[in-house]
């Protein structure tokens, strides 16, 4: 690489050029930065170029902030529109790779500055345009052809901003409707694993980690950086139920990172194979089985939920990375997806939101169910959540009347069924060392409606050394 | 730029034994031979900003704030943000840049989300910004959190400050347990005793001993830093000649400088 008048290695990158030792400033808090790669087709670019418009480095005057635009072209058989924000999110890594210039952030927030020693070695931003697109076409083969215009002048500078910031918009736009069917390649990440062993955080387009940190495009953005780093890649395999969220690579992931617990991890499922849930989640859900509903709450929410818990002593139960039936965690964000917990009513299954969450997320919740979720100014115990959802003819309620209708025929048919249908879930119980992960196999968490039998038990104590349970002959 | 190897002392100790003094008086007297440093305020009780003269500083924990807040966001306007590169410009943003060295203070503890992104973000941006320095001096607290959750990974020379009372050896001790616990590696864990007079002296050499504490340094009660101290003056201001400053050359001889 001697063909530039500085160095250029991965070394480079984090350097931090101070103002002692600062020649320019370009962009940054005090001004104007500006990055922006767009495709072009081929014929509209002149592979290597460096344009400036605007003062040249020579032109600048030591110790000054200068406004700061820089517009990459980029074209070749394989760019297409979508790769512009790929591409670009390098621009951070390749500047940093030149000796003696520093770059932060991205987008409109572009902050750059150039050291006095390197300063000195140019005459030009030409070699630095040119050495930044090589660095660009040798990283990034599909790169054919690229051009780089640099605006130096307040005018031209605020001009470009305008319009990049509707290409922002444009993009960020697409970005937001981008689903689980659009994409080969889903995301995990085990950065919980430290204290929850067995989880696996499957990030998809529509369904962002617990933590509610890391999207899809943080783990695309992170796996390339560091395949081996904790964000990596999990074909997403074969759909093997659309409604779930099933995936054969999922699948396959799940018993590996949980080594062998799990076999399944179902992404938009509360009750089948759900998701594993760490302990840093956001929100909590919990199933309430007096009304076939499900509850929310968040981790600000200080008070009780209807169940008689509060969010930490739920976290506590359903966290440490296992698949506990009956509770999920998830991030707040996953409430936005056009699948949340589909395969089991989605919105038409919640039932109660803390007040300061459900007006959070409000523009989400769907109008035809919104007034009809409970809070706690609303409800704050079983009894007065029936009450509300009754008045209110939430859809759960309709399952109600069928789900009677059946343990009335049971009672009719079996005399010797002994039921024990009391008004209180089983994780109301105060009793310590209930086994959550004992509810998992419990027929009334498995299917609300299914049929069958009805347990449920108030202040109960169990403890059960063996328990068999086999097919009436 | 940088260099390839880069010291990292840390200092800790139980409060009220001065250890924040003592950071400052190294802080001083290595940026002073022209090593170019990074000084971390790592406890959130200390003022080693103010100790060093310089008021109203930005911290990590207002960065981390800011870009938990951001991506947390129940819609983002952006779900393609670069985090890295933000958090990153954030945290160079608020680097204060004092003649010789620069000041990173960590600031607040976390609220009550999950950290565990922001704080990997961090440790990738941390691992290459100390390697800019020659040496990076560390006020940390007695519970070493910021090396447990391994912001900072490695530490060269931990060295911990105690006066003469038994509580302050004790807490000396802790420390050195609690080091065997961190995965963070630990080069040398050193004991600098602080406010030494005439009386104390012997019972402080004796203590070490008896605990088994490698010993570097013995600074002796200095009027001019309680002085210092009630007018407001910052401590890197302190002359050449007063006892304190003269103690502390000879422990940075003894450090390897």
């Known amino acids: ?74 074209g070749g058989e394989l760019v297409e529109p979508d790769l512009e924000s790929v591409v ?64 130096t002048d307040q005018a031209e500078v605020e001009k470009q901003m305008v319009e990049a910031k509707e290409i922002f918009k444009a993009r960020d736009a697409r970005t937001k409707d981008l689903h689980d069917e659009d994409v080969d390649v889903f995301y995990g990440c085990t950065l919980c694993q430290s204290f929850a062993p067995t989880n696996v955080c499957v990030v998809s387009p529509d369904r962002v980690s617990l933590c509610g940190a890391i999207n899809w495009f943080d783990g695309r953005a992170a796996a390339k950086v560091d395949p081996e780093g904790p964000q990596f890649s999990i074909d997403k395999g074969e759909l093997l139920d659309a409604k779930t969220g099933e995936y054969s690579g999922v699948n396959d992931i799940a018993k590996k990172l949980s080594s062998g617990e799990f076999d399944k991890i179902k992404l938009h499922s509360f009750f089948d194979s759900p998701h594993t849930s760490c302990g840093c989640f956001e929100v909590v859900g919990f199933y309430i089985p007096e009304v076939d509903g499900i509850g929310w709450v968040n981790r600000e929410y200080q008070g009780m939920a209807p169940n008689g818990l509060g969010f930490s002593t739920m976290a506590g139960q359903t966290g440490g990375g296992k698949q506990i039936v009956g509770f999920l965690g998830i991030g707040v964000n996953y409430f936005y997806s056009p699948k949340f917990i589909q395969a089991d009513g989605g919105w038409n299954r919640v039932v109660w939101l803390p007040s300061m969450l459900k007006e959070k997320i409000a523009e989400t919740i769907p109008d035809d169910i919104k007034d009809k979720i409970a809070t706690e100014n609303d409800a704050t115990d079983i009894e007065s959540l029936k009450a509300f959802l009754q008045e209110k003819n939430h859809p759960v309620v ?54 069958g039998i009805k347990i449920t038990f108030k202040k109960a104590k169990i403890s059960i050394d063996r328990m068999v349970i086999s097919e009436k002959k | 730029m940088g260099y390839s190897v880069t010291k990292v002392i840390a200092i800790t100790g139980k409060g009220g034994t001065g250890k924040t003094a003592v950071a400052a008086l190294l802080i001083r007297s290595l940026s002073k031979k022209g090593k170019f440093l990074l000084a971390v305020d790592a406890d959130a009780d200390t003022n080693l900003p103010e100790t060093l003269g310089c008021e109203d500083v930005k911290t990590i924990g207002d960065a981390k704030e800011y870009l938990q807040a951001e991506i947390t966001k129940p819609r983002p306007d952006n779900p393609d943000m670069n985090k890295e590169a933000v958090l990153k410009s954030k945290v160079y943003e608020i680097i204060e840049e004092m003649p010789g060295y620069d000041l990173l203070v960590m600031g607040r503890p976390e609220g009550s989300g999950c950290y565990c992104y922001v704080n990997n973000l961090l440790r990738g941006i941390m691992d290459k910004l100390i390697t800019n320095y ?53 080069g040398r864990i050193h004991v600098i005793a602080n406010k030494v007079t005439d009386t104390n002296s012997e019972k402080l050499v004796k203590l070490a001993e008896d605990l088994k504490l490698n010993m570097i340094g013995m600074i002796p009660l200095d009027p001019k830093i309680e002085e210092m101290d009630i007018k407001g003056v910052p401590l890197f201001e302190i002359p050449d000649d007063s006892v304190a400053a003269v103690e502390i050359e000879s422990i940075v001889k003894k450090l390897g400088f």
């Open chain 1, 1 to 74: 690489m001697a063909e530039f008048p500085f160095e250029i290695s991965p070394m480079f990158e984090g350097e931090r050029v101070r103002k002692e030792g600062m020649f320019v400033e370009l962009g940054g808090p005090k001004s104007l930065g500006l990055e922006l790669v767009r495709a072009k087709p081929m014929d509209e670019i002149v592979d290597d170029k460096v344009t400036i418009v605007g003062p040249d480095i020579k032109e600048m005057e030591e110790g000054k902030t200068y406004p700061w635009a820089m517009i990459f072209n980029i």
């Open chain 1, 398 to 451: 309709a399952t109600w009347a069928a789900a009677e209708e059946e343990e009335e025929e049971e009672e009719e048919e079996e005399e010797e069924a002994e039921e024990v249908a009391v008004a209180a879930a089983p994780m109301m119980m105060p009793a310590a060392g209930f086994q959550m992960p004992a509810m998992a196999s419990m027929p009334m968490m498995s299917a609300g409606k299914a049929g």
């Open chain 1, 88 to 151: 670009e999110r390098r621009v951070h890594d390749f500047i940093n790779y030149c000796q003696g210039i520093m770059h932060l952030n991205q987008r409109y927030d572009v902050w750059m500055r150039v050291s006095k020693d390197t300063a000195a070695k140019l005459d030009s931003f030409e070699p630095f345009g040119k050495a930044v697109m090589m660095l660009f076409k040798t990283e990034l083969p599909f790169i054919e052809k690229m051009q780089v215009t640099f605006y």
């Open chain 2, 134 to 186: 020659e040496v990076v001096i560390i006020d940390a607290e007695a519970g070493l959190e910021h090396f447990s959750r391994k912001i900072i990974r490695d530490i060269d020379d931990l060295i911990v400050v105690t006066d003469a009372s038994r509580r302050g050896f004790r807490t000396a001790e802790r420390i050195h347990e609690l080091v065997d616990e961190l995965d963070s590696n630990v």
